[in-house]
């Protein structure tokens, strides 16, 4: 029995959540189902498809991840379930897929099952992720799509020796996640030694860390996430501890950072 | 094995609710815990009912609902166990069944599982719930209850061609669920034109839509939640997203909301 | 199959907590797992020992407590597997556990598991738990550690027939929990009238009540919580419901409330 996990907007409060878990066993006694989590800001298919793509492979292969983030059709939009890296996917193909996905998806398929419900998620998300947990195939419950809606997500960019990228992401201690890759860092850095600003041009970090602890609390760090983001944090800070990078450096969503690598053939002396 | 679910008032940072669930395994250990929600506001059975009363059904038959708001007996009130629907209670006869409940309860019994703690959910409502659980009948549980406290849910009232309705729950993005049910309005409007009023007469609704996305978005949109009760939303609103349909009409808990039918006679001009 | 339960301060809004349970999942398809609570504040082992201490022992024995706050050791401390009462707990010997416990752990090990992740609690906890939860032995995820963290936890403390305790939690409802124990306000009480006095010293309670509903919604009561500690609180307080014991007192974490008994051969007349 394949684990069934959740990503919606919905939060915990009400009774929309439950009542999806509810009709999971419904129909399947045994079922396994994670909350990956309900906290994505309403209808913000970017940040779900940060949170979902960071976590999604560390399930067992077969695992069928449920998308609830802005469920709803919208034009020729409309329902899906693909197949990607040996893990289906179920919700709106409202651009959040693509926006998670390094390569194309094995297989995308439009969703057949009809429900005259408005509650997609518990009356047309659930019966297709029951079927694939029960070992189904996604033929059953859908046709092949010929169209699959492709959003770019926001890369860093390079000019010369410079990587400009952005923040993509806050987490709850405040660490700064932006979408400079560690590959890229290495690409473009070749070892070389670099300053990353960000805002307030009077900071800068200069060396990459591998844990928190390399430097005294309180103090600022840069180091790669395990996703391999690059992350500007703020050792043991944190909402009611000293505050997070984010407060201390006024980082906010879609602010620029930059990576600016000495030339090789200048040295290090200036 | 039944699914045993958990409502409460508790919030998810103290050390209660994975108590109750450490205890529930430790009588079960193949039991499958479900959380309703733990974000009731403090003591409030109004909001609990409706909660619970919005999803109980979409677990499989036989589940047991485990009510952990206000779970104190007062004055001649008790500790109850009861059968509605094919599925079991379990909580404190404060009210909170009988606003929850459209018919009577199959059977309601008083729970005769004595126990010395003050923690009531963990060391009554618990070794209740298993005893259910494994298959156990009421019978052994408790004694039948001759009483039942009955209080009456706040119901929308008809004044001729009007339905005068209120606020009886926000959710998450800020939509506002009134008591006006789909069955009511249909009673009532006999598919006449009709205005929805809400707090400041500028702003009315003339229709129901059936999703969120038949309206551009940012535009306010009235439909019938899931469980069928008339709700006012913003398409795509809430909480950093625009503001919902309660910040953006200021409505909250318990204003009014009319529907006013034009009548069949009089025809739709004026 | 034993329990895995989590204690973090990593919130729910992002990838950390579902990453770890998928990685579970991974090595045990038929896990079970428990939230302990993962809204502890930032990095504090106190709050998370006050947490996991009143709720570790619900569980069956043989639980696995995985503890996830401030997981990266520090300068020669380690990471430890560890028995107490016939449960495991997995974490980060930063003292969080000496503070937990009253008595010296069975058997502590050092954990031998290598990783170079920096996810520590993914990539090294769980590893460790699902070792554990087959039904493997410490002695093979570690070895015997010769030293341990001892902190102390912050006792109150008795000055003849004087108990000066402190605030050492403020739960949900904002109930102000001491840690005066029931045993010490036994031993220095002796059944004697007391006085008990907390920051503004026009509020005194001059008795111990069972339960909240013994006193009348909205006054104030002090009572022992399941776990024994002295807790001043409002019936029927809280967030939304009048405001808690914190709020009306103003008590903070770490405020002194005192118990003072009356002498036995003075009498209870003055």
New interface residues.
């Given amino acids: 029995m394949s684990?069934i996990?959740l990503t919606t907007?919905?939060?915990?409060?009400?009774?929309?959540v439950?009542?999806?878990?509810?009709?999971i066993?419904?129909e399947l006694?045994d079922a396994?189902i994670?909350?990956?989590?309900?906290?994505?800001?309403?209808?913000?298919i970017s940040q779900a498809s940060?949170?979902?793509k960071?976590?999604?492979?560390?399930?067992?292969k077969g695992?069928i991840h449920i998308v609830g983030v802005?469920p709803?059709?919208?034009n020729e939009k409309r329902n899906v379930a693909l197949e990607y890296d040996g893990y289906y996917f179920i919700g709106n193909d409202n651009g959040i897929f693509s926006l998670m996905f390094d390569k194309v998806p094995t297989r995308v398929f439009e969703l057949t099952i009809h429900s005259e419900?408005?509650?997609l998620i518990?009356d047309k998300f659930v019966p297709a992720a029951c079927h694939l947990a029960r070992g189904g195939t996604l033929e059953v419950i859908g046709t092949i799509a010929t169209e699959f809606n492709r959003m770019q997500p926001f890369r860093a960019v390079v000019e010369g020796n410079v990587i400009r990228g952005t923040v993509i992401y806050i987490?709850?201690?405040g660490n700064v996640i932006t979408n400079v890759t560690q590959q890229l860092f290495a690409d473009v850095g070749r070892n070389n030694p670099f300053s990353i600003y960000f805002r307030r041009s009077s900071y800068e970090i200069n060396r990459i860390n591998?844990?928190?602890?390399e430097v005294p609390e309180g103090e600022k760090v840069a180091?790669f996430t395990?996703?391999g983001h690059l992350q500007i944090a703020i050792n043991?800070?944190?909402?009611?501890?000293g505050g997070g990078a984010n407060k201390l450096f006024g980082l906010k969503l879609n602010d620029i950072i930059t990576v600016e690598f000495e030339s090789q053939f200048i040295g290090h002396d200036n």
């Fill in positions: 684990v996990t907007d919905m939060g915990l409060k009400d009774y929309y439950p009542a999806i878990k509810g009709a066993y419904a006694p396994k994670v909350d990956i989590s309900h906290d994505i800001p309403s209808f913000d940060f949170v979902l960071n976590c999604y492979s560390s399930f067992p695992t802005d709803e059709p919208k419900s408005t509650f518990r987490d709850k201690y591998r844990t928190f602890n180091m395990s996703g043991k800070g944190g909402e009611g501890s």
